[in-house]
């Protein structure tokens, strides 16, 4: 069911570094079928680019911690997890309850390697992907 509700919002990238603006309008459409679709280009609503502006994810997308409060923006809950402060099997376990519940969806942000994101480094600059 969940994958269907992904499936049916899912947008490429408009901009090179939309990665996680791209996610963020899946997962919102996903969750609120309803509404009028939201557009990669209508997601920096005031309130979202009061977290961080369009033009500043376009050169240099955006951290995983970013994404959350810009989807809290969204009025949306946002639980970030990093890999690096925890165990292994702690994150496996984090991974596995959220996938279990239906009303939840897992960003994973990672290396892209793909200009102009920059490999991931202490300011978890990445490609975000949906589950």
Known sequence: MRHRALVKHFVGQSRRAYCGVASATIVV??????????TQEMFFTPRA???????KVTMSGMT????ADLLRAHDLRATVVHSSDTDLET????????LGD??????????????PLKPL??????EVSTT
């Open 91 to 98: 994150f496996r376990n984090v991974a596995r309850t959220s």
């Open 102 to 115: 239906q009303s939840d969806f897992l960003a994973d942000l990672r290396d892209s390697g793909c200009p």
């Open 29 to 38: 459409n996903a969750l609120r079928p309803s509404a009028v679709a939201l």
């Open 121 to 126: 480094d202490p300011n978890g600059i990445g």
């Open 49 to 55: 680019a009061s977290v961080r502006r369009s033009w």
């Open 64 to 67: 995983l911690d970013q994404l």
